[in-house]
C-alpha cells in the first residue's frame, strides 16, 4: 500500500501541472474571445502535435504529445475576419486579458477546496486530549488524558483546530472550557502560556501554548527521551518493550518539542490502537500512539460553512505563499501544508483526493501569484508594460525607456530587501543544519 500510495503521488506530479497550466491560459483565452480579440491557437502540452483541429472563430486547437502546460497565442500581426488584434484592443480589456490567467487560478483554487468540503467534509482532528504537560497551562487548569474539549468561551468544538484557534493566538488570556470526562461535564479555566522560541529549523515563533499531545497519528520510537522519568536506551528493541510491557497503563513519556526541549507527558498507552507493536511485520512496528483515540476525521460541513472555509483556505495560502521571501533561510514548510490529513485506511481514495485537491490549490494559487511578479515573460511585466502604456500613450520611445528602467529597479529593490531581511537568519540557519546533520550522524 505504502508503495502503491507513493506511485500515486508520483502520478500526481504531471496532472497538476496540466490542469493549472491550462486553466491559467484558458484564463487569457476566454477574457480575448469576451472582448472579441484574435487568438491563433490554444495549445494542450508541447512537443509534437498529435491532433489539432480549427473552430469557428478561426482559432487553432492543438493537443500535442507531453501533456504538462497549455499555451495560449493571441494574433500579433493579421487579426481573425470579426476580430481585432491585442495590440488595438483597448488597454482596459488587455489588462483584464492578461490579468484573467492568475484570476482564474485563485478561482480554480477556491472552487476545487470548496468542492471538496461539501462532497466529503473538512479533514479534523478530534478535540481530544491525548497527554497532558507537566506543569504546563493545561496541567494548571485541571485538564486530563481522555478529556474531550465540548466548548471554548460558551462556542462549541467540533475538531481541534477549534480549539487551536483561540489558545493559539490567546496567550496569557483565561478561556472558559467545557469538556467532557466519562459521562461528567467539567468546567475549567484555561490560560494558555506564551511561548517565545527557535524552533529545530531556526524559526523564531510565539503563540499561545496549552501543553498537550492530540491523538493525531503515531510517534516514533525515535523521538522518546525519557519513559517514567528513566532515560530510554538507544536500543528501538528495548524501547518498544517498555511500551508493550506499560500497554493499557498511565505512564509518563519525555519526548523532544519542536524548540529543541525534552517536555515530559502524562498519558496511556491504549492496548488496541498500539496492537503494531506486537507485529514485526506491521509498517508501524516502530511507532505508537499516545491517548485513546487515533482517527482523524473528515467533519461535514454545510454549503455556507464549506463556502466560508474554502474562501479562508485560499486566503490563508495565499498570505502563506506572499510571506515566503520573507522567511527564506528556512522556508517555513507549515505554511503550506494541510492542517489535518485523515489516515484511516477505510477513507484511503478520499485521502489521496484531498491532497490532489489542496496540492491543486496550492500549486494554483503560487502560479497566479508569480505570474504576478513583474518579470519580463510574465503577466506582471506584461501589466507594467500596460500602465507605463497609459500613462505616456503619446511618446511609445520614452515610454519603453522608462519601462525598462523603473523594471529593473523594481526588480533590484525587491531581491535587495529580500536578501536585507533574510541576510540575519543565515548564519543560524546554518548552524542548525550543520547540528542537524552531526546528530543524523551519531
Not at 483584464?96 to 473538512?122: C, E, M, R, S
Not at 496567550?171 to 467539567?186: F, K, N, S, Y
Not at 528495548?238 to 511500551?243: E, G, H, M, P
Amino acid at each position: 500500500m505504502d508503495f502503491f500510495s507513493t506511485a500515486l503521488d508520483v502520478l500526481f506530479i504531471p496532472a497538476l501541472i496540466f490542469i493549472v497550466f491550462t486553466v491559467h491560459e484558458y484564463g487569457h483565452y476566454i477574457m480575448a474571445r469576451f472582448f472579441n480579440i484574435s487568438v491563433d491557437s490554444f495549445s494542450l502540452g508541447y512537443g509534437r502535435d498529435v491532433a489539432k483541429g480549427v473552430d469557428k472563430h478561426g482559432t487553432a486547437w492543438v493537443v500535442k504529445m507531453i501533456p504538462l502546460c497549455g499555451h495560449v497565442q493571441l494574433s500579433a500581426k493579421k487579426a481573425k475576419k470579426g476580430c481585432v488584434l491585442f495590440s488595438k484592443a483597448p488597454i482596459w480589456q488587455r489588462v483584464i486579458v492578461v490579468a484573467a490567467g492568475p484570476a482564474v487560478n485563485i478561482i480554480l483554487a477556491f472552487f476545487v477546496i470548496f468542492f471538496f468540503l461539501a462532497a466529503f467534509g473538512q479533514p479534523s482532528q478530534q478535540p481530544v486530549i491525548a497527554g497532558v504537560e507537566r506543569g504546563a497551562a493545561a496541567e494548571a487548569a485541571g485538564m486530563e488524558v481522555g478529556d474531550r474539549i465540548l466548548s471554548i468561551e460558551g462556542k462549541a468544538v467540533q475538531r481541534y483546530r477549534d480549539v487551536w484557534d483561540y489558545t493559539w493566538n490567546r496567550p496569557e488570556q483565561t478561556l472558559a472550557l467545557t469538556v467532557q470526562r466519562g459521562d461528567a461535564l467539567v468546567d475549567l479555566d484555561l490560560t494558555p502560556s506564551r511561548h517565545n522560541y527557535t524552533d529545530l529549523d531556526g524559526i523564531e515563533r510565539s503563540h499561545g501554548r496549552m501543553g498537550v499531545m492530540i491523538g493525531e497519528s503515531f510517534y516514533r520510537l525515535g523521538i522518546l527521551e525519557t519513559f517514567n522519568d528513566e532515560v530510554v536506551p538507544d536500543d528501538f528493541d528495548a524501547r518498544r518493550k517498555l511500551l508493550v510491557d506499560s500497554l493499557g497503563q498511565q505512564v509518563s513519556i519525555g519526548v523532544k518539542s519542536t524548540d529543541g526541549t525534552v517536555r515530559i507527558y502524562n498519558t496511556v498507552l491504549d492496548r488496541t490502537l498500539n496492537e503494531a507493536l506486537l507485529d514485526p511485520d506491521s509498517p508501524a512496528y516502530n511507532s505508537f500512539y499516545a491517548g485513546p483515540v487515533r482517527d482523524n476525521f473528515y467533519l461535514s460541513l454545510t454549503v455556507t460553512r464549506s463556502l466560508i472555509e474554502a474562501g479562508k483556505q485560499v486566503g490563508d495560502l495565499v498570505k502563506n505563499i506572499a510571506t515566503i521571501p520573507f522567511q527564506i533561510f528556512p522556508v517555513d514548510s507549515t505554511r503550506v501544508k494541510p492542517w489535518a490529513v485523515v489516515n484511516a485506511e477505510n477513507t484511503f481514495w478520499i485521502n489521496k483526493l484531498y491532497i490532489f485537491a489542496f496540492r491543486l490549490a496550492l500549486l494554483s494559487i503560487f502560479i497566479a501569484m508569480f505570474n504576478m511578479i513583474p518579470f519580463p515573460g510574465l503577466d506582471g511585466s506584461m501589466l507594467l508594460m500596460l500602465a507605463f502604456e497609459a500613462m505616456f500613450r503619446d511618446d511609445p520611445e520614452y515610454r519603453h525607456k522608462i519601462y525598462k528602467y523603473v523594471l529593473i529597479l523594481l526588480l533590484g529593490f525587491s531581491y535587495f530587501c529580500v536578501f536585507i531581511y533574510n541576510l540575519p537568519d543565515f548564519p543560524r540557519y546554518v548552524e542548525k543544519r550543520v547540528m542537524t546533520v552531526i546528530q543524523r550522524d551519531k
